[in-house]
């Protein structure tokens, strides 16, 4: 049985790419292009993880997540995004998602984090 994942991306070819990538694997994958999307589809959905950009227009991934929080605080929430630096990850942590993963990713590590992530069915 696959999962239900959300993509918070912005860019419409990473947007593709992710739906490519959880096609491949089978499971269901909705796409939202701004943190506001994410927070209602989130508040109105049945996911079993949000994989979460931090930079997009009108809200980023920190105040999306700091929302997501209020409401649900068991969902995995998990960064990805092109910051690689040092600390960022700890920043994301502290924001309130439960992992980190950088761009560029290998598709196998990306199924690695979200399975860690997901308590089991």
Same mark, same amino acid.
């Given at each position: 049985? &696959?999962?239900?994942?959300?993509?918070?991306?912005?860019? $419409?070819? #990473?947007?593709?790419?992710?739906?490519?990538?959880? %096609?491949?694997? &089978?499971?269901?994958?909705?796409?939202? &292009? *701004?943190?506001?999307?994410?927070?209602?589809?989130?508040?109105?959905? #049945? $996911?079993?993880?949000?994989?979460?950009?931090?930079?997009?227009?009108?809200? *980023?991934?920190? !105040?999306?997540?700091?929302?997501?929080?209020?409401?649900?605080? !068991?969902?995995?929430?998990?960064?990805?995004?092109? #910051?690689?630096?040092?600390? $960022?990850?700890?920043?994301?942590?502290?924001?309130?998602? #439960?992992?980190?993963?950088?761009?560029?990713?290998?598709?196998?590590?990306?199924?690695?984090?979200?399975?860690?992530?997901?308590? %089991?069915?």
């Amino acid at each position: 049985m &696959g999962y239900r994942v959300i993509v918070a991306e912005d860019n $419409f070819i #990473n947007q593709k790419l992710m739906e490519k990538i959880f %096609q491949s694997k &089978g499971w269901d994958c909705t796409l939202v &292009g *701004d943190g506001g999307e994410v927070v209602s589809e989130v508040r109105n959905g #049945n $996911f079993d993880v949000v994989l979460m950009d931090i930079s997009m227009p009108d809200m *980023d991934g920190y !105040e999306a997540t700091q929302l997501i929080r209020e409401f649900n605080k !068991e969902i995995p929430i998990i960064a990805i995004t092109a #910051n690689a630096i040092l600390g $960022f990850r700890e920043k994301c942590l502290e924001s309130g998602m #439960n992992d980190y993963i950088a761009k560029p990713f290998r598709k196998e590590e990306l199924f690695e984090k979200i399975e860690k992530n997901i308590p %089991q069915k």
